[in-house]
């Protein structure tokens, strides 16, 4: 009995372990977060100082997305990254590449300016986008094999920590400007992140799995399966579709960020400095909605969040900005921030059940650290595709010539069509109302090992 408690307790202490390697991770997503908006209140007018335009501002900041896009892309054909070690060494070092980049980026205006500085400043922005896609399309694989059966709550933790990083950005960039400069802001911010990345690192190494368990969990594998190559993957019909419709929904982020102050300007006479606080909704909606998407997930009921609180809101919400100029009782600033806040829990709901979603659809296969590798890589080329597309396509050019009634119009009307072949692909397959199958769990074997272990001695 005395040893039974002693095996008890050893496995309480590693499930501690791994709770605390996940909070080390969470604070890597929230640094990367902050990291992509400290900056927003004072990096154009201080590079325009230096001969750097808005125009070549926004090509420097693009070059982050081009990056991300490219290496995630890439990142899916790695058979090398399965590992548990690999992942671990690669997410940290994400972080840590993101974290130099920063310090560097801050200290290049006082070394160059004009279009030598431009060079540069394109150059790190590449490097921190490589950065990007190593933390993101490592980091959610590797947290999820600590607690496989909580993929859909691990994921909405992930998108709520961003979320938290985004809010505290402005706000900490504007702080630490006013009391030192440029340089020190992204000096303090890289520092912070490099300095959790090593912590994160170590936490991982002391909560990883011991060898023996880890050859226990390979035998539970399907013998002589055939390893599920990425072009499979890519020539599933039910990824592509599930894929796209959550590329459209995630469209709002670009759209807004580059379409909304304008607008309020524009229509409502909202200056740039009040318009922030209008914003709000948006990003508070979806801190809170990534927390019951993630719970809702786990119970089953991820196809459903995907379907109606996604790509359902989405529509609808879009449609309601479209029609306002039609219907004068929601043509007001009140029923906008509504709506707004709508638009936060869709693009939420559409993009939390992904991962979870497309595990599902491979549950026969038994290949879950692949899986998960190739699922990591949809939602962020997901995510970056449909910020490029709302930020440039429909918020720059559709904008510009259509105005941004009939654009959000557009994006209702690209959301409907994607949002139904997506929804009708999830209730074909059945994952409307279906739990994360068990084949994945393999959370549960490892805890099972330990306790038959400990029965024995």
């Known amino acids: 009995m005395a040893l039974r408690k002693d095996g008890s307790a050893f496995a309480r202490s590693?499930?501690?372990?791994?709770?605390?390697?996940?909070?080390?991770?969470?604070s890597l997503y929230a640094c990367m977060g902050l990291n992509d908006s400290f900056w927003t209140p004072f990096l154009t007018t201080e590079l325009e100082k230096l001969g750097i335009t808005r125009v070549l501002t926004g090509v420097i900041i693009s070059a982050t997305t081009a990056s991300i896009l490219c290496c995630?892309?890439?990142?899916?054909?790695?058979?090398?990254?399965?590992?548990?070690?690999?992942?671990?060494?690669?997410?940290?070092?994400?972080?840590?590449?993101?974290?130099?980049?920063?310090?560097?980026?801050?200290?290049?205006?006082k070394l160059f300016s004009g279009y030598v500085l431009f060079g540069f400043l394109v150059l790190i922005k590449i490097l921190m986008g490589s950065g990007t896609?190593?933390?993101?399309?490592?980091?959610?694989?590797?947290?999820?094999?600590?607690?496989?059966?909580?993929?859909?709550?691990?994921?909405?933790?992930?998108?709520?920590?961003?979320?938290?990083?985004?809010?505290?950005?402005?706000?900490?960039?504007?702080?630490?400007?006013?009391?030192?400069?440029?340089?020190f802001a992204f000096a303090l911010i890289g520092s912070i992140q490099m300095a959790l990345a090593i912590f994160c690192y170590l936490s991982f190494q002391y909560s990883h799995p011991p060898k023996t368990i880890e050859k226990d969990n390979e035998s539970l594998a399907i013998p002589n399966q055939p390893q599920l190559s990425a072009r499979e993957f890519l020539?599933?019909?039910?990824?592509?579709?599930?894929?796209?419709?959550?590329?459209?929904?995630?469209?709002?982020?670009?759209?807004?960020?580059?379409?909304?102050?304008p607008h309020l300007r524009d229509t409502y006479k909202v200056n740039s400095v009040e318009a922030g606080r209008y914003f709000l909704p948006f990003t508070v909606t979806r801190a809170v909605a990534a927390c019951f998407s993630g719970y809702f997930t786990d119970?089953?009921?991820?196809?459903?969040?995907?379907c109606l609180f996604g790509c359902g809101?989405?529509?609808?919400?879009?449609?309601?900005?479209?029609?306002?100029?039609?219907?004068?009782?929601?043509?007001?600033?009140?029923?906008?921030?509504?709506?707004?806040?709508?638009?936060?829990?869709?693009?939420?709901?559409?993009?939390v059940p992904l991962i979870p979603l497309?595990?599902?659809?491979?549950?026969?296969?038994?290949?879950?650290?692949?899986?998960?590798?190739?699922?990591?890589?949809?939602y962020q080329l997901c995510f970056g595709l449909g910020n490029i597309t709302g930020t440039g396509v429909i918020g720059g050019f559709l904008v510009s010539h259509v105005g941004f009634y009939n654009s959000c119009l557009v994006i209702a009307s690209l959301c409907a069509v994607a949002g139904s072949l997506g929804c009708s692909c999830l209730l074909k397959k059945n994952l409307v109302f279906t739990k994360l199958n068990k084949s994945f769990a393999l959370g549960n074997s490892y805890s099972s090992h330990l306790n038959q272990s400990t029965t024995k001695v």
């Open 14 to 26: 590693t499930s501690c372990s791994k709770i605390v390697s996940i909070l080390f991770a969470l």
């Open 72 to 109: 995630s892309f890439l990142f899916m054909f790695s058979k090398s990254t399965d590992d548990f070690t690999a992942r671990c060494i690669l997410f940290t070092l994400g972080s840590f590449t993101i974290g130099f980049c920063s310090l560097v980026f801050g200290q290049m205006p």
């Open 133 to 183: 896609s190593l933390l993101w399309c490592s980091g959610v694989p590797l947290i999820i094999s600590l607690f496989p059966n909580w993929t859909g709550r691990l994921c909405s933790w992930v998108s709520l920590s961003m979320a938290f990083g985004y809010i505290l950005g402005a706000p900490t960039g504007s702080a630490l400007f006013k009391v030192g400069s440029l340089d």
């Open 235 to 261: 020539r599933n019909p039910s990824v592509l579709i599930i894929c796209l419709a959550a590329t459209f929904t995630a469209t709002s982020f670009g759209f807004l960020a580059v379409s909304f102050s």
């Open 299 to 306: 119970k089953g009921f991820g196809g459903l969040s995907f």
């Open 313 to 351: 809101f989405n529509v609808i919400s879009f449609g309601l900005l479209g029609l306002s100029p039609f219907t004068p009782w929601i043509n007001n600033i009140l029923c906008l921030e509504i709506i707004t806040g709508m638009i936060g829990i869709s693009s939420t709901s559409a993009l």
């Open 358 to 378: 497309i595990r599902k659809l491979f549950a026969g296969r038994n290949m879950e650290s692949v899986i998960d590798r190739y699922a990591a890589v949809m």
